[in-house]
């Protein structure tokens, strides 16, 4: 089944414990991106990947990180998690930019 | 950066009743895109808009891409439980990398 992964699907962690939210499609899709949902916000862009090694940033980065070593995975690291970025994480995936993105089902991260 | 407005934020109808939602912006759009969010997963496409005054239907849902290519609406005829959900509109530009730029949302309930 064509999908996009998400692991893990709820954390509860401290502040400043490093933390990594991994996100795997199996579409053979070039474009991949993360996304933030905050009530009152709608979805926010953090940073998106065109293809292998070529990432950029959203609209929202300070504070993330992310890599793009093979074309399936597009992992988001927090470093030093802080309490605002407590929120609700999507990854998405698309053939290229400009094509239907699909997206992951979430993982829902608190930071105490 | 752009911004888009969805109102309203929130709807109660009653089931068979049908529905309209709508997102404006100062900025002008190349795509416009409508999502449904179900709880506990990822937004999915429903209907996609790439020219102004674009009016696309897919079953029950109805969607216009603005004349000025700064608006967009969808409507929903004859609500049924499961259109229960938030709904997002989305803007693409054509020159940013497909980022998505999302409105805040409309909640949707229907009630039996």
């Known amino acids: 089944e064509a999908q996009v992964t998400q692991n893990p699907r709820y954390l509860i962690t401290v502040t400043g414990k490093k933390l990594t939210v991994t996100c795997s499609q199996n579409m053979n899709h070039e474009y991949m991106s993360w996304y933030r949902q905050d009530p009152g916000l709608g979805l926010r862009q953090i940073y998106y990947s065109m293809n292998v090694e070529v990432t950029d940033k959203g609209d929202v980065p300070e504070g993330y990180k992310v890599s793009r070593k093979e074309k399936r995975n597009f992992p988001l690291i927090l470093e030093s998690p802080s309490p605002n970025q407590t929120s609700l994480y999507f990854c998405?995936?698309?053939?290229?930019?400009?094509?239907?993105?699909?997206f992951g089902p979430g993982t829902r991260l608190t930071v105490l | 950066g752009q911004q888009l407005n969805q109102s309203p934020q929130s709807m109660f109808i009653q089931e068979g009743e049908d529905v309209s939602m709508n997102c404006t912006s100062s900025?002008?759009?190349?795509?416009w895109l409508w999502y449904k969010q179900d709880p506990g997963e990822g937004p999915v496409l429903l209907i996609a808009l790439y020219k102004a005054g674009e009016l696309t239907s897919n079953g029950r849902l109805t969607a216009q891409f603005g004349i000025t290519r700064k608006d967009s609406f969808l409507n929903i005829s004859a609500s049924i439980p499961s259109d229960v959900g938030i709904y997002f509109c989305?803007?693409?530009?054509?020159?940013?990398?497909?980022?998505?730029?999302f409105g805040q949302g409309t909640e949707l309930s229907v009630k039996p």
């Open positions: 989305a803007g693409q530009l054509r020159n940013q990398g497909g980022k998505l730029i």
């Open positions: 900025s002008i759009f190349n795509t």
């Open positions: 998405a995936s698309s053939l290229g930019s400009y094509n239907e993105q699909f």
